[in-house]
């Protein structure tokens, strides 16, 4: 794999997804509609990936790729491919939050590798160099031309006082009882795949997820959090979250800091 191309590309198709996910956001109504599963998508959903499928079709024919809208991809079977979540955090989307990302990444013998994360209604853009070092870039963002970029890690936590941070619309018992073993400061909520990107830059030191998830709504977040030197793993072992499984669906898991002195189950 050309890992220069492959970043520009992810850079690039996650670019011209989140224009046209701001201009759908943008519009006075927009229609929503349920997939099989009961959850929601949109127009932005369904553009977006075109967008991206399509490019990344083009530039790597010889690449598995999965994508979250196009079921026909979810029965592919190997363990390095792209995934794609066009449209990470529809629910913020709908009710306007902005806390919302474009995924895309690549994943290399069950571990994600490289991937960008992009929030365009937030301006913020997180990415895996070809190095594998994860970058913070700074906007205004051009295509064709990489602005400057910040290298980002994770924070050494301090367990007496950490900063946690949940999911905005998935929120449970659970996940607060989990929480409550731990010493904390401060707690925030973030939606999509942005809560990784918060345990990347120091922003937070831990993120518990007792609740269904899908790779494509992982791999980019956490191949971001590794090349800022944290770690995604199971809940129920602390084993590292692996992917390209059956039916592409994780086990609960938790995102931290190394520092971060993990409580059992």
Not at 225 to 240: E, I, M, S, Y
């Amino acid at each position: 794999m050309d890992y220069d191309r492959l970043v520009q590309v992810m850079r690039r198709l996650s670019l011209e997804a989140g224009d046209k996910i701001m201009e759908i956001y943008g519009r006075d109504d927009f229609e929503v509609t349920s997939k099989s599963d009961n959850s929601p998508v949109t127009a932005a959903d369904k553009a977006a990936d075109k967008i991206i499928s399509d490019g990344l079709r083009v530039a790597f024919p010889d690449v598995m790729l999965v994508t979250e809208e196009q079921a026909a991809t979810h029965s592919a079977q190997g363990d390095t491919f792209l995934i794609v979540d066009p449209l990470d955090g529809t629910k913020e989307f709908i009710h306007r939050r902005g806390d919302f990302t474009v995924n895309i990444a690549l994943v290399e013998g069950g571990a994600p590798t490289r991937g960008v994360v992009y929030a365009p209604a937030k301006d913020r853009m997180f990415f895996t160099r070809a190095d594998s070092a994860s970058v913070e870039e700074m906007g205004p963002f051009d295509k064709d031309q990489l602005g400057a970029c910040k290298r980002i890690n994770v924070a050494q936590a301090d367990n007496a006082a950490l900063m946690v941070v949940a999911s905005k619309s998935h929120r449970d018992q659970a996940t607060d009882d989990y929480i409550g073993k731990y010493g904390v400061k401060d707690m925030t909520s973030a939606g999509s795949s942005l809560k990784f990107c918060l345990v990347a830059t120091g922003e937070a030191d831990l993120y518990p997820r007792l609740g269904r998830t899908m790779e494509w709504d992982t791999a980019a977040g956490d191949a971001v959090l590794r090349g800022a030197g944290g770690a995604v793993v199971r809940f129920d072992d602390h084993t590292p979250l692996t992917y390209g499984k059956t039916d592409f669906a994780n086990p609960f898991f938790i995102a931290h800091a190394p520092s971060v002195t993990l409580k059992p189950a």
